[in-house]
């Protein structure tokens, strides 16, 4: 693993903390979290401990990090619901998605990409949506929901996915019909 710790937070920050927020609403534990995350990172670069695949690691450590917030808070917690619950938060799924979602999101209509994009990208409160888009707590909460339905739905059209015996997505590909996500993905790295 290249252990500049600096350029690895610049990477992968936004994404960790994004995923975060969508598991604790409270930003300043989640800021925590995300240093605790970090913290780890370079204790394990310490030790040169060899991981292959750093995105997924990172992501893994960060479930793990969450988990633990969660048995300290002495919150009702168990563990296998958290991972059934947040299959599609998953760190495999983040790790498949995180470059892609953006992209995805934004081919959703913009009555939905743009709380979605907020909501769960930017981890901006949904009262706060509400007040951006003027319109009723409740119906950002419903826009939100809905965009949500709307980005899996799109993820399965678009994406040929393998699942393990416990749910767990293993690999995703997108499938050569869904030319306008491929397109995004081509762009980005050109």
């Not at 995350?37 to 750093?54: A, D, Q, R």
């Not at 793990?64 to 919150?75: E, G, P, S």
């Not at 009702?76 to 760190?91: K, V």
Request: hydrophobic residues 35%; aromatic residues 8%; contains cysteine.
């Amino acid at each position: 693993m290249n252990c500049d710790i600096h350029s690895i937070y610049q990477r992968y920050s936004t994404h960790l903390l994004a995923f975060i927020r969508q598991q604790i609403k409270d930003s300043s534990s989640a800021d925590d979290l995300l240093q605790e995350v970090f913290l780890k990172t370079m204790e394990s670069c310490i030790s040169e401990n060899e991981i292959k695949n750093l995105k997924s690691w990172l992501f893994q450590v960060t479930r793990n990090t969450i988990a633990d917030y969660f048995r300290l808070q002495n919150k009702d917690f168990r563990e296998e619901e958290y991972i059934n619950l947040n299959h599609l938060n998953s760190a495999d799924f983040q790790q498949i998605l995180s470059d892609d979602v953006s992209d995805m999101i934004s081919l959703l209509p913009k009555e939905y990409a743009l709380p979605l994009q907020w909501s769960d990208i930017d981890g901006i409160p949904q009262k706060e949506i509400a007040q951006k888009l003027d319109i009723s707590l409740p119906g950002a909460k419903s826009r939100v929901q809905r965009a949500r339905k709307k980005l899996r739905d799109l993820f399965f059209e678009c994406c040929e996915v393998e699942f393990d015996a416990q749910g767990n997505i293993v690999s995703c590909e997108i499938k050569s019909h869904c030319t306008p996500l491929l397109e995004k993905r081509n762009n980005r790295k050109n």
